[in-house]
């Protein structure tokens, strides 16, 4: 199974990351009989934009074909991309990437909900007036 | 004759003497108050007038023809918003609460896979004052737009409120603009075609700020500005005294504060004042 994980640093000992559309890391792994193969980390172009941040992280998550996200919130714009390319989010655990991709390697991980009304985007990336 | 009624600040009474302007010129001449304070625009409940919708606002949305999409992901290349997605051999698709409706896919798209659709952002509302006696009525109309919550197109929908109310309500002898606070792209929209724009302030440092920043905007639209300072019995008069004098924009009335206008104020219902009286007169060129 291929799994996204929204982190905070590039290694699999990094922090797993609360938010998601500004994780500073995806790092995408194979896990095959609970082992972790091809880990690859992608540091996320999305912490810089104006507004649709979740939307185009959630984008590379579909790039990379992962079937599963870690993540502590999605936001309802990143859910709507998520749904639409059939990927799953699961709540991530404080702690390490490691021990998170263990634990949705043993089921263990929650599915995830959206952490904000469905809205016209209603994420970190400012919606002041213009 | 068209009059915007601003400030910079918000919370300064632009709401309370747009409302309470309106119904003193009423008594002469016909008025047609605008509301753009489109994302929240509470003109209609100070007057406790009807409501009516007159007709919605519509940005453009583009649509996808899949039979013509190339998956070329052009479409999601340029769209600033990260409205469109598009992932490697799949159809692009559009998030779209995120689009404000530029255009810029449709123009790219090199197989003409992309349509004009289009997106409700807000409504445009009429309403008559209740409490006016019958003969009066007809002299006072209140037109509001409303946008979608969570819309940040607002500029869109004041443009429209303000081009509906010039296209329909030509016959009104006055149009009184309420704008928003600010001086943002929404507040220069509700003031593009105005003769005339009030500064409403109040001697507070905050006051004396924000003020300044509209008069800076007021200079580059070159629109001709005049002071009111509202609560001008509290606070210090100095300090938009000062500015008066560096800008060179006349205070033309001082509302003071006063336990009869809070008392209105804070039951939502419209003020009555001499001095608003006053001001009435000298804009529509009546002595006292």
């Keep these: ?130 | 004759m068209k009059i915007a009624i601003t400030g910079g600040k918000g919370g300064t009474g632009k709401s309370t003497i747009s409302t309470a302007l309106a119904l003193e010129i009423a008594n002469y001449k016909k008025v047609l108050l605008v509301d753009v304070d489109v994302e929240c625009p509470d003109d209609h409940i100070i007057l406790s007038t009807t409501r009516e919708k007159l007709e919605d606002v519509y940005a453009l949305l583009p649509t996808f023809n899949q039979e013509k999409c190339l998956k070329c992901g052009r479409c999601a290349e340029v769209c600033k918003e990260n409205a469109v997605v598009f992932v490697k051999d799949r159809y692009p698709f559009i998030v779209s609460g995120q689009c404000n409706g530029c255009g810029a896919c449709l123009l790219t798209c090199p197989s003409g896979a992309l349509g004009e659709g289009q997106q409700v952002i807000g409504s445009i509302y009429q309403g008559k004052c209740q409490q006016l006696h019958e003969h009066e009525k007809d002299h006072l109309l209140l037109v509001w737009g409303e946008i979608e919550i969570g819309c940040e197109n607002t500029s869109l929908v004041v443009n429209a409120t303000r081009k509906y109310a010039t296209d329909h309500f030509s016959d009104y002898d006055y149009f009184l603009i309420d704008t928003a606070a600010g001086t943002h792209c929404n507040v220069i929209s509700a003031m593009l075609d105005a003769d005339l724009a009030l500064a409403v302030t109040e001697p507070t440092p905050l006051g004396k700020h924000d003020l300044e920043l509209i008069l800076q905007l007021l200079d580059i639209m070159q629109l001709p500005a005049q002071i009111i300072i509202n609560k001008s019995d509290i606070g210090d008069l100095n300090l938009i005294g000062e500015v008066s004098r560096d800008k060179n924009v006349p205070i033309i009335q001082k509302i003071p504060y006063e336990r009869n206008i809070l008392k209105k104020h804070s039951r939502g219902q419209p003020v009555v004042h001499k001095n608003i009286e006053e001001l009435a007169y000298s804009l529509i060129g009546m002595r006292t």
């Design chain 1, 1 to 130: 199974m291929k799994v996204a994980i929204a982190a905070s640093g590039d290694s699999l000992d990094s922090q797993a990351s609360p938010v998601f559309g500004r994780c500073s890391h995806l790092i995408v792994v194979n896990i095959e009989n609970g082992e972790f193969k091809d880990v690859k980390a992608i540091p996320n172009p999305a912490t810089v934009e104006g507004g649709g941040a979740g939307i185009k992280t959630a984008r590379i998550v579909g790039d990379e074909g992962a079937e599963a996200l870690i993540s502590g919130s999605v936001g309802p714009n990143a859910s709507e991309v998520l749904s639409q390319l059939s990927i799953k989010a699961y709540q991530m655990v404080p702690g390490t990437v490691k021990q998170n991709l263990t634990l949705i390697s043993e089921g263990k991980l929650e599915e995830l909900t959206p952490s904000a009304p469905r809205g016209r985007g209603l994420g970190m990336g400012g919606r002041g007036r213009r």
